[in-house]
């Protein structure tokens, strides 16, 4: 997971690993493919998605593939991130 | 894409109060689902489109049965297939809602055909969202009318057969011939790309209705991994191997320039004052006879009961139509039989000085009882305090309530003398107004002339009325 916060000189994405179900239809369509499914297991039961922390470009697609409300969020850059 | 961020729509809820437990930011929906897509899309839609607190959600039977719980819209939850009927009554009671029926398969295209038809031949204004998963999701994946030749599903275990169940109904095609629709499109949320022309259908859906040009379906290719028993991800192959290819994407009907944009007629009154303007005329209560009755027979719930053919369902609806002219607001449902005479009929009428939020009458203050049966099954039920008339001609036993007020009226024999029983429904409403003085003499006349078909009946209920009223007065 990201750490920055204030300005962001680069896009990430923020999985919520307790919210994911799994589906990895973020992993599937990342263009990017920065998004990977993590060896631990959330309170649902399931691997969750992760975002390697790196290479994300803002896009936007995994936000629109996930379909849990608030899993994801996607930071673009220059987004101001608390 | 203007946004910085691309978090949760605020119009969602904060949090999901579906589940008893911690866990107050997930939807019921199984991993991969394409509900949840939708749902986003739809959200961020009426965000963007600044109609959060414009839309009214009809939430169907089906998986999506639970929408209420998560989008932060005015939510009906309908019965199974209704939800094109519902959204025409609730548009044109409020046109200047965006009412969205959001409907699966099974739900429009199987128990709802018939709704769904009639809605989009009237073209009315509303947007229906229709999600194709070519399956029964919420009730363990039986074959839906969208299912696919060979499809497995627990009742076509074998794979769905033409011979024995038909074809697969491809919706959009079927309702783009019809004169009434504005736009049908078909879409899909296979790919991202594919998601983002989801994403634009769905706006320009809005937007029509925003624009009142009318009638506008998007149907959506959806998945469901949990229904198909394939994971997530392989569900994408099988959507673009046969559903789709099945399912041509693309816009069927598309005739928003020949209907132009109209003006909302309620429009400036919500801008001006949003949250009262659409709150009563003023000038109601002015109207309101200025002789009010006593305070524990204003604003009654009434329950008028008797054999069908006694006049109890007109005897309401005078009661109604007279309340209406006097500048209350009024409900009356009829019940009854299939019978036209002899069967039981009863009607319930609400008159009230304030906006009447349920016409539904289970528990009334008063009764108007015309026989025993309606005695027997309708006096347990009045208020504490209530007040009970009864014909005393043809119901030969005393109330058993001692809480309530009761009055007994020989009806039938009244109107016998007037020279027809029949009017016994009348002298009936005669007490009841001159017991209470809720409604002024003159107004019921007013309301006779309205309600009375054959005018030479007129003056015979005048009569009838005339004698109820002095019982009625005589009962103060």
């Known amino acids: ?82 | 894409m203007a946004s910085k961020i691309l978090k949760k729509p605020d119009s969602f809820f904060e949090s999901f109060s579906r589940r008893s437990g911690p866990d107050k930011v997930s939807t019921h929906y199984c991993p991969g689902c394409g509900h949840g897509v939708l749902h986003k899309l739809i959200a961020e839609a009426a965000d963007d489109l600044g109609i959060q607190d414009r839309c009214v959600f009809i939430n169907p039977v089906g998986c999506s049965v639970f929408a209420y719980f998560y989008l932060d819209f005015g939510n009906i939850q309908v019965a199974h297939g209704r939800a094109p009927a519902v959204a025409t009554a609730v548009k044109r009671v409020h046109p200047h809602a965006i009412v969205i029926s959001y409907q699966g398969d099974g739900d429009l295209a199987a128990i709802g055909g018939n709704n769904i038809l009639q809605a989009a031949n009237r073209g009315e204004n509303i947007t229906v969202f229709f999600v194709n998963n070519a399956i029964y999701g919420m009730t363990g994946g039986q074959l839906a009318p969208t299912s696919l030749i060979g499809q497995r599903t627990a009742t076509t275990p074998r794979g769905r057969s033409a011979e024995n169940d038909g074809y697969p109904m491809r919706v959009c095609e079927l309702l783009a011939t019809l004169e009434g629709p504005t736009y049908i499109e078909r879409t899909s949320l296979r790919t991202p790309k594919l998601t983002q022309k989801t994403r634009k259908a769905i706006r320009k859906a809005l937007q029509y209705q925003m624009e009142n040009r009318g009638f506008s379906l998007v149907e959506i290719l959806s998945p469901c991994p949990t229904g198909w028993k394939v994971d997530p991800v392989k569900s994408l192959d099988w959507m673009e191997q046969q559903l789709e290819a099945y399912f041509q994407l693309g816009v069927f009907k598309d005739v928003g320039d020949e209907r132009p944009a109209k003006a909302d007629p309620e429009r400036d009154l919500w801008s001006a004052n949003y949250g009262t303007a659409i709150d009563l005329p003023t000038d109601l209560d002015a109207k309101l006879p200025e002789a009010s009755p006593a305070p524990k027979y204003r604003n009654p719930s009434l329950k008028i009961a008797g054999f069908g053919g006694q006049g109890v369902l007109l005897l309401g609806y005078t009661l109604a139509e007279a309340g209406m002219l006097s500048g209350y607001h009024v409900t009356w449902i009829p019940s009854y039989g299939p019978e036209m005479r002899g069967g039981t009929a009863n009607c319930q009428v609400g008159i009230s000085e304030e906006r009447i939020g349920s016409p539904i009458v289970s528990n009334p203050s008063v009764l108007i009882a015309t026989n025993l049966p309606s005695m027997d099954r309708f006096e347990p039920e009045i208020r504490e305090g209530g007040l009970l008339l009864y014909d005393r001609s043809l119901i030969d036993r005393k109330p058993n309530r001692t809480d309530i007020e009761s009055i007994a009226i020989p009806a039938t024999s009244v109107a016998d003398e007037l020279g027809n029983s029949r009017a016994a429904n009348m002298v009936m409403l005669g007490a009841y107004i001159g017991k209470t003085g809720l409604l002024s003499r003159e107004s019921v006349m007013e309301a006779l002339d309205l309600v009375i078909k054959r005018k030479n009946l007129i003056d015979l209920n005048i009569k009838a009325i005339d004698k109820g009223i002095e019982y009625g007065r005589g009962a103060r």
């Open chain 1, 1 to 82: 997971m990201a750490k920055e916060t204030g300005v962001l000189k680069e896009a990430c994405v923020v999985i919520d690993a307790e919210e994911c179900k799994a589906c990895y239809l973020c992993v599937h369509h990342c263009p990017q493919q920065v998004i990977e499914v993590s060896e631990g297991i959330n309170r649902k039961g399931f691997h969750p998605a992760r975002y390697k922390g790196t290479g994300c470009t803002g896009c936007g697609i995994c936000f629109y593939a996930c379909p849990e409300p608030s899993a994801i969020t996607v930071y673009r850059k220059g987004a101001v991130k608390q």
